[in-house]
């Protein structure tokens, strides 16, 4: 018998329980699929299995979880807080057991019981809790932060309903409630003990306190629970697991106990609906939020829930709140939770009694804050009557931020009134609201941007004023992706090849891709990989069957992928002014030698937003036409993969020859699908945009494939009076394909279906695409023929995945930690836990 089962206080870090031993693995998950599941293998349902996995796995990084946990708590370490309200951090199955190490034994352990790993891997339910970059970014960060032992709590929603998932139905999207909570979440633990109490609406009250202090206090009408749910966010091969930490709105028992005494019991549970509503679903992006209640609602009670957290703990080993910003760095994930500044204003003040100023110093130093957007619809502002009438607190506070602040730039500016309407956080132009983006930079010790071309805009344009008053608070913070989930989860086949070349250093220090610049020189090696892209195209083109019922070839057709949420400023209808024109050369000449093309795009519209869903109709349509048109004679595919969401990413980015980058220069804060693309050995077609700029410079001009207006030449030709239809007019391809699309060509059934597309191209065209069109054309030329020469293409390719190593999250949450957040790597020893005894 083990002796440490008899060693009764006890729990060792690996012993029957939590082995990783083939054979202790296996003993583990018939035992949770018997104990916590309640199931023989006889009568286990597939879910049964996965779910017995997921427990086994989840076992096996308690240890770590605590042990970080306890390690933080007793060596008083600054601590990152990441305030988001959105994550997505794709299925956890996968990754936990790459991060640990086991993916072998567990293998085979599930073989022996008769079960496929990557089948059970599959069947899992992504958490779905976010739109797209955003949300990837900070799953990214959590990822890289364990990595590299940087103590982390990431703060954020427990949404009932993430985005929805997607259907497509006759070329339409069909929106799907996403219930994926319906089997259960093996990986979170609900802590209730620390649940917290939020307030919202009421009044306000002065008073003078003992000490004959005038003071405020708020006295809300209704009042919220937040109860967190955490989820273990462990490291790749460290001991450092952090905590996702979730906040779910439940409704305070009071309120039902009031209720029924009154004998009102269908009011209280009305009552409880009301409260959970808060966090029932995620908002889908890409439409005005403004006016929402319920957004400012959730934003503002999972802040609240955090920063009462933060106190809590901070208190747990501190005397007061005097160090609060030395021991927390709590950063705003875009303007979302900016609320925080004025909570976390009115806890000091309020309810930990501090003056205005020790209290606004605090402030300061412990939030940063990174803009990722300068689409001006993007940009959050509240009513003041909305405001006012959920947070009337902190509307006083906001006021009072405001009255300091504006005294501060009539100083600086002392000649010039229209600074102080500039830089008010109340925008009085015409209906006023309250500026979050300027609450945010206020509020903020750091400010930043996601790109090196989005920092400086952001300087020049959006937020150019703040910039002139306290440059030292900006920094530029490139995007990155972390490479655990992006190439060895993702793409298997590549991490074998490079690993088999340069050892596996490079999963944690993502540099040292570099090491594989002279292979691309090595006709064997380029061999070799021409190979495994072959094999991750051809099992990308097996699921392609599967999904859509459309057969590509994966042998000889160019993979041009365009995947990521649908938005004008995205430009997917570009790609198929593109495709058309390719139609039409054919149609034209149907022996034409042209280079076998398969279009892949994926990627959701906001249900509210007509004209991305009328793009999602316009790519299925002209897919129908051009994929069964004989003369084509299969050379050209077109594909739309339905509901695009981090599972169904994974297997898109490896086979990837090209991808598609091309948003109007000026419009995508960043991107980061164009690293995981570039990463995995696509060659990129892209405008000089987001971190395009970056990726172009690292890879080599020689290597990508630029086209397209400048980020000025846009503005200027927009200043000197943008007229599409002289493009129109004066191109002949162009006018074809437009004309095609207006007369019905793609929607025989119903002529008139994509008019208002074309209406908006020819009259507004506000992307410029049509500004953009013969660019793209003959750079996707280039891009054909640099293709029919496959070993110069295998040589691109290789340099891109060699010279994209800065693009790691790892390095971008390194800058973070130097020159934002000032916070250290802290080691986590692991150790048997003693149990107290007594
Ligand atoms: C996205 C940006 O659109 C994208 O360019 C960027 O890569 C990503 O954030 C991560 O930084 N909502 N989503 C974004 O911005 C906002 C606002």
Redesign the pocket.
């Known amino acids: 018998m083990n002796d440490n089962l008899t060693n009764g206080n006890q729990i060792q870090i690996e012993d029957d329980r939590t082995g990783i031993d083939v054979q202790t693995l296996k003993r583990a998950f018939s035992d949770n699929l018997f104990y916590a599941l309640g199931k023989f293998p006889e009568i286990a349902t597939k879910n049964d299995f996965y779910m017995a996995l997921a427990y086994t796995v989840r076992d096996r990084l308690l240890r770590r979880w605590l042990n970080s946990q306890e390690t933080y708590l007793k060596q008083d370490v600054k601590i990152v807080c990441y305030f988001s309200a959105e994550y997505l951090i794709g299925p956890q199955l996968g990754k936990n057991l790459i991060n640990l190490a086991i993916v072998e034994q567990v293998r085979q352990a599930v073989e022996e019981c008769g079960l496929n790993l990557d089948d059970l891997i599959e069947q899992e339910e992504e958490p779905g809790l976010g739109?797209?970059?955003?949300g990837r970014?900070a799953a990214c960060y959590m990822d890289s932060m364990a990595t590299l032992n940087i103590p982390a709590i990431g703060y954020g929603i427990r949404y009932e309903f993430g985005i929805f998932d997607q259907e497509i139905c006759e070329g339409w999207q069909v929106e799907i409630t996403d219930k994926w909570l319906r089997y259960g979440n093996p990986w979170e633990i609900p802590r209730t003990e620390a649940t917290v109490e939020v307030g919202l609406g009421g009044y306000t009250e002065s008073f003078y306190d003992e000490n004959n202090r005038y003071r405020v206090r708020w006295l809300p009408d209704r009042t919220v629970k937040g109860v967190p749910y955490d989820t273990p966010i462990l490291g790749y091969k460290t001991n450092t697991a952090n905590t996702l930490r979730l906040w779910k709105a439940e409704a305070p028992e009071s309120f039902n106990f009031q209720a029924f005494n009154v004998g009102d019991y269908y009011g209280a549970v009305n009552e409880k609906t009301y409260s959970e509503n808060i966090t029932k679903v995620l908002y889908p992006?890409d439409e005005p939020i403004q006016g929402k209640q319920l957004r400012l609602e959730q934003q503002f009670f999972f802040v609240s829930c955090s920063l009462q957290d933060m106190i809590r703990l901070h208190l747990a080993t501190q005397e007061n709140l005097d160090n609060f910003g030395e021991l927390f760095a709590a950063q705003l994930n875009?303007t979302h939770p900016s609320i925080g500044v004025a909570e976390l204003m009115r806890l000091l003040m309020d309810v930990h009694d501090y003056e205005w100023e020790q209290a606004w110093e605090i402030t300061q130093k412990t939030f940063a804050y990174t803009n990722?957007?300068l689409l001006p619809e993007?940009l959050e502002k509240w009513s003041l009557g909305l405001f006012g009438s959920l947070l009337p607190r902190h509307l006083e506070i906001i006021y009072e931020i405001n009255r300091r602040f504006l005294h501060e730039i009539r100083t600086h500016y002392p000649n010039d009134v229209s600074k102080l309407s500039n830089f008010s956080l109340i925008d009085e132009t015409g209906e006023k609201y309250v500026r979050m983006a300027h609450l945010a930079c206020v509020g903020s010790h750091a400010i930043n941007g996601?790109a090196d071309l989005h920092t400086q805009l952001l300087k020049q344009d959006v937020l150019r004023g703040f910039y002139e008053l306290f440059p030292e608070k900006f920094t530029n913070k490139t995007?990155g992706v972390t490479p655990r989930r992006w190439i060895v989860l993702s793409n298997p086949e590549l991490t074998e090849l490079i690993t088999s070349k340069i050892g596996d250093n490079w999963i944690t220090h993502l540099e040292e891709l570099q090491q594989l610049e002279p292979f691309a020189d090595d006709p064997n090696f380029r061999n070799a990989w021409r190979q495994m892209k072959q094999q991750v195209k051809t099992r990308l083109a097996r699921r392609i069957e599967k999904r859509c019922g459309i057969t590509v070839d994966p042998n000889y057709s160019l993979f041009d992928i365009h995947v990521k949420r649908i938005h004008e400023y995205k430009r997917q209808h570009l790609n198929v002014l593109h495709i058309i024109t390719l139609y039409n050369r054919i149609k034209k000449n149907p022996n034409i030698d042209i280079v076998p093309r398969t279009f892949i795009f994926g990627g959701k519209a906001a249900p509210s937003y007509f004209m991305a869903k009328l793009i999602i109709k316009l790519i299925n349509s002209v897919g129908e036409v051009v994929n069964n048109d004989p003369d084509v004679r299969g050379r050209l595919k077109v594909v739309f993969i339905p509901d695009y969401n981090v599972t169904n990413s994974q297997p898109v980015y490896p086979a990837a020859d090209l991808s598609e980058q091309i948003s109007t220069a000026g419009k995508?804060?960043?991107?980061?699908g164009n690293m995981k693309f570039s990463l995995n050995g696509a060659l990129t077609i892209g405008t000089l945009d987001?971190a395009n700029v970056e990726i172009r410079q690292q890879v080599g001009e020689e290597n990508f494939f630029l086209f397209g207006l400048k980020a000025e030449e846009v503005s200027q030709m927009k200043s000197q009076g943008y007229n599409p239809w002289e493009f129109y007019s004066s191109n002949e391809a162009l006018r074809e394909v437009i004309d095609q699309i207006s007369s019905g060509l793609f929607s025989p059934e119903e002529s008139n279906l994509f008019k208002p597309l074309v209406d908006s191209l020819l009259y507004h065209d506000e992307y410029m695409l049509l500004a953009d069109y013969q660019s793209y054309i003959d750079c996707q030329d280039r891009v054909s023929e640099a293709f029919r020469d496959w070993d110069n293409w295998t040589r691109m390719s290789i340099l891109n995945t060699a010279r994209m190593g800065i693009f790691s999250s790892d390095r971008a949450i390194r800058e973070y930690c130097q020159d934002i957040w000032n916070v250290q790597a802290v080691p986590v020893k692991l150790e048997d836990y003693v149990q107290a005894k007594g």
Request: charged share 10%; glycine share 22%; aromatic share 0%.
């Open positions: 739109n797209g970059g955003l970014l992006n875009d990722h957007t993007a996601v995007n995508e804060a960043s991107g980061t987001g």
